[in-house]
């Protein structure tokens, strides 16, 4: 139902691909910006063809990071254990128009930080559902439509939300842009990689 990645261990084609689709771009988008054709782009994120430096610079620009974020190692050090790299981000796929990249660090139990992006249409699904602890966000770009029981609320860019992930909710996106989420769970345990918001 849904895949579970981290970009350190992709290639480097899948890694640009998995930042491209992380930030709601198109190949369109991202080959417009980047001055390459949108055949070439496909066949560099499907490790088909290599890009040039100067190439790679410029998709990287495009993709609001650094050409070297995409060969980092992935060892991270010590130090940085209460820190998430922009390369080193987990990121899931899931069928029903939902990319979720993990914003907080493993190590952190009990709290997850993710930004979670629902393309047009896209969303947790039809049925209400509930799990353990609390949930609460921030609405970034575009709009949510979240439901909570009976009530329906259209949250737009700068609005919040809290609630107790007992109380059986769902969310969806059915307007025309995407909506990106700054979503955090509190005491959901080991439930943010299974797919849990």
């Known amino acids: 139902m849904y895949k579970i990645m981290n970009l350190l261990s992709l290639s480097m084609g899948a890694r640009l691909r998995?930042?491209?689709?992380?930030?709601?771009?198109?190949?369109?988008?991202?080959?417009?910006?980047a001055g390459v054709s949108v055949g070439y782009l496909s066949q560099i994120e499907r490790d088909i063809s290599s890009p040039s430096v100067k190439d790679l610079m410029e998709i990287s620009r495009s993709l609001g990071t650094s050409a070297s974020s995409?060969?980092?190692?992935?060892t991270q050090d010590a130090v940085d254990s209460f820190v998430v790299r922009q390369a080193q981000?987990?990121?899931?796929?899931?069928?029903?128009?939902l990319t979720k990249q993990k914003l907080s660090p493993s190590a952190h139990d009990g709290m997850t930080m993710s930004m979670v992006v629902i393309e047009p249409g896209g969303g947790s699904g039809e049925v209400l559902y509930t799990h353990d602890g609390m949930e609460a966000g921030l609405v970034i770009n575009g709009q949510l439509t979240l439901v909570m029981e009976d009530e329906v609320s259209v949250l737009n860019e700068g609005d919040s939300f809290q609630f107790s992930s007992q109380r059986p909710h769902r969310f969806y996106n059915s307007f025309a842009d995407v909506t990106r989420v700054i979503w955090v769970n509190v005491g959901a345990k080991n439930k943010a990689d299974k797919g849990v918001f």
């Open 18 to 33: 998995a930042r491209r689709k992380s930030m709601g771009l198109s190949l369109k988008d991202v080959a417009e910006r």
């Open 70 to 74: 995409f060969f980092e190692a992935a």
């Open 89 to 97: 981000r987990k990121i899931t796929f899931f069928e029903n128009g």
